[in-house]
């Protein structure tokens, strides 16, 4: 089975960094991506990786702050500079697809519970 455990969540300052863990186990495939979601929003994508992290893609609103990277076990995020509107549930996510989109969750079978990041 594949599971996908998140954590490194937490409080933090504007402009203060957190870098996300997604401990990743039983899976083989391409890609895999973090999302956030906030009280009242829709899921959004945040960053997306594919294969050994040589292709990486960013949304709009985090480009240049955050960086995304993986290993063997584990997918990363590192979060820079962070703004009170960074304030989500961030989660992890894969796809059994080759190829896989930031812009439809719908295409990642397989979710981590989320790790909550909170930036006043």
């Known amino acids: 089975d594949v599971q996908l455990v998140e954590s490194g969540g937490g409080s933090v300052q504007a402009g203060g960094s957190l870098r996300l863990s997604c401990a990743v186990s039983?899976?083989?495939?391409?890609?895999l991506g973090w999302f956030h979601r906030a009280p009242g929003n829709e899921r959004e994508g945040v960053a997306r990786?594919?294969?050994?992290?040589?292709a990486t893609y960013y949304g709009d609103s985090v480009k240049g702050r955050f960086t995304i990277s993986r290993d063997n076990a584990n997918l990363y995020l590192q979060m820079n500079s962070l703004k009170p509107e960074d304030t989500a549930t961030y989660y992890c996510?894969?796809?059994?697809?080759?190829?896989?989109?930031?812009?439809?969750?719908?295409?990642?079978?397989?979710w981590g519970q989320g790790t909550q990041v909170t930036v006043s």
């Open positions: 039983g899976y083989t495939g391409n890609c």
């Open positions: 996510a894969a796809s059994r697809k080759p190829l896989c989109h930031l812009r439809n969750p719908d295409e990642y079978e397989y």
């Open positions: 990786i594919l294969g050994d992290g040589s």
